[in-house]
C-alpha cells in the first residue's frame, strides 16, 4: 500500500515537473521559427516591428514591457504595453506588421 502510494506521489511529481519544460520547448521552437523565418525575409524583423508599432496612436503613449511572444503557426507577435496600470497584449501580423487584435 505505502509502496503503491509512494509511486503514485513521486510519478505525479515527475510528469508535473515535465509539463513547464514542454512548454519552454514549444517557445524554443517558436523563437527558432522566428529567428528562420525573419532571416528568409518571411517576418517584419522584431526590432522594426516593435519601432513601428511604438509609433501608432495609442501605443505611443504606451510602455513597451519587452518579452514578445511569436505563434509560428499563425505568424503572430503578441506585444505587451503598459498603460498607465494596465496592461496591454498587442497582436502583430508579423508578415505585415498589421495590428489584428489587443486585450484588453
Same mark, same amino acid.
Given at each position: 500500500?505505502?509502496?503503491?502510494?509512494?509511486?503514485?506521489?513521486?510519478?505525479?511529481?515527475?510528469?508535473?515537473?515535465?509539463?513547464?519544460?514542454?512548454?519552454?520547448? #514549444?517557445?524554443?521552437?517558436?523563437?527558432?521559427?522566428?529567428?528562420?523565418?525573419?532571416?528568409?525575409?518571411?517576418?517584419?524583423?522584431?526590432?522594426?516591428?516593435?519601432?513601428?508599432?511604438?509609433?501608432?496612436?495609442?501605443?505611443? #503613449?504606451?510602455?513597451?514591457?519587452?518579452?514578445?511572444?511569436?505563434?509560428?503557426?499563425?505568424?503572430?507577435?503578441?506585444?505587451?504595453?503598459?498603460?498607465?496600470?494596465?496592461?496591454?497584449?498587442?497582436?502583430?501580423?508579423?508578415?505585415?506588421?498589421?495590428?489584428?487584435?489587443?486585450?484588453?
Amino acid at each position: 500500500m505505502i509502496r503503491t502510494l509512494t509511486f503514485s506521489l513521486v510519478s505525479g511529481l515527475l510528469l508535473s515537473a515535465a509539463t513547464p519544460a514542454l512548454a519552454r520547448g #514549444d517557445r524554443d521552437r517558436d523563437q527558432d521559427n522566428m529567428r528562420d523565418a525573419a532571416a528568409q525575409g518571411q517576418v517584419i524583423p522584431l526590432g522594426k516591428l516593435i519601432a513601428e508599432v511604438r509609433s501608432r496612436p495609442p501605443y505611443n #503613449d504606451m510602455t513597451y514591457l519587452g518579452g514578445p511572444q511569436f505563434d509560428s503557426g499563425r505568424m503572430i507577435y503578441a506585444l505587451k504595453f503598459m498603460d498607465g496600470s494596465q496592461v496591454v497584449v498587442v497582436y502583430v501580423d508579423a508578415r505585415s506588421g498589421r495590428i489584428v487584435g489587443r486585450k484588453p
